[in-house]
C-alpha cells in the first residue's frame, strides 16, 4: 500500500521560498498525478496544483505566479516552492496522489506543519 | 478561497441518516461527473470516501453514498456513528483543468 510522507522546514521566513518534499513509498510515482493540498489554521482545503509524472503541471491560479512543482522519478518524490511567502501561507500542507485518468485523490500524506514567521 | 458552498455543519444522533450538500457552478460539478468527498479527522490526512460523484473506494462503508444533481452534489451517511464525527470536504475537477474543494462542513453526532 502507497503511503506519502511531507517533509521540509516547520518555519520559514516572510518573502523567504517554503520548499516541501513529499517522499513516495510502497509504489511508483508513475502513471499518477500528485498534488499539494493546504489548510490554513482554522480554515478549509485548498487545492494548490498537481504535477504528472511526465512533469506536466497545473496550478490553481491564486497560487500560479508564487508556485512551482517537479517530481524527480529516480527518488520517487515530488517537491513544492512557494516563493514570497507571508504569515497568510501558514498551514497544513498535505501530499496526495490520484491515478492518471482519475479526477480525485486516493492517498494522502498525513500533513506537515509550516508556520511563516520572523 | 473556496469555490464550493458547504454548509458549515451538520449534527445528527446516532443511528439517524444526514446529507452534505455541495454548491458549485456550471464551471466544476455541473460539467463533469468528478465529484469526490473527503473525511478529514484531527492530526490526520484527508481520506477518499467517494469518487465520481457516487462511488466508494474499496473499504469504505456502504452508508456512505454520494449523489449530484445539476450544480449541486450530495453526501449521505446513514447509520451515523459516532466514528463518523469528522470534517467533510467535496471537491470537483473543473473546465479549466484543475481542482476545487469546497468550503467544510464538521459533522457532529
Known amino acids: 500500500q502507497v503511503q506519502l510522507q511531507e517533509s521540509g522546514p516547520g518555519l520559514v521566513k516572510p518573502s523567504e521560498t517554503l520548499a516541501l518534499t513529499c517522499n513516495v513509498s510502497?509504489?511508483?510515482?508513475?502513471?499518477?498525478?500528485w498534488s499539494w493540498v493546504r489548510q490554513p489554521p482554522g480554515k478549509g482545503l485548498e487545492w494548490i496544483g498537481y504535477?504528472?509524472?511526465?512533469?506536466?503541471?497545473h496550478y490553481t491560479p491564486y497560487f500560479k505566479s508564487r508556485v512551482s512543482m517537479s517530481v524527480d522519478t529516480s527518488k520517487n518524490h515530488f517537491s513544492l516552492n512557494l516563493r514570497s511567502v507571508t504569515a497568510a501561507d501558514t498551514a497544513v500542507y498535505f501530499c496526495?496522489?490520484?491515478?492518471?485518468?482519475?479526477?480525485?485523490?486516493?492517498?494522502w500524506g498525513r500533513g506537515t506543519l509550516v508556520t511563516v514567521s520572523s | 478561497q473556496s469555490v464550493l458552498t458547504q454548509p458549515a455543519s451538520v449534527s445528527g444522533s446516532p443511528g439517524q441518516s444526514i446529507t452534505i450538500s455541495c454548491t458549485g457552478s456550471d464551471t466544476d460539478i455541473s460539467s463533469y461527473d468528478f465529484v469526490s468527498w473527503y473525511q478529514l479527522h484531527p492530526g490526520k490526512g484527508p481520506k477518499l470516501i467517494i469518487y465520481d460523484v457516487n462511488n466508494r473506494p474499496s473499504g469504505i462503508s456502504d452508508r456512505f453514498s454520494g449523489s449530484k444533481s445539476g450544480s449541486v452534489a450530495s453526501l449521505t451517511i446513514s447509520g451515523l456513528q459516532a466514528e463518523d464525527e469528522a470534517d467533510y470536504y467535496c471537491s470537483s475537477y473543473t473546465i479549466f483543468s484543475i481542482f476545487v474543494f469546497g468550503s467544510g462542513t464538521a459533522v457532529t453526532v
Open positions: 510502497g509504489g511508483s510515482i508513475t502513471y499518477h498525478h
Open positions: 496526495a496522489r490520484g491515478q492518471t485518468d482519475d479526477r480525485h485523490f486516493d492517498s
Open positions: 504535477i504528472y509524472y511526465s512533469g506536466e503541471t
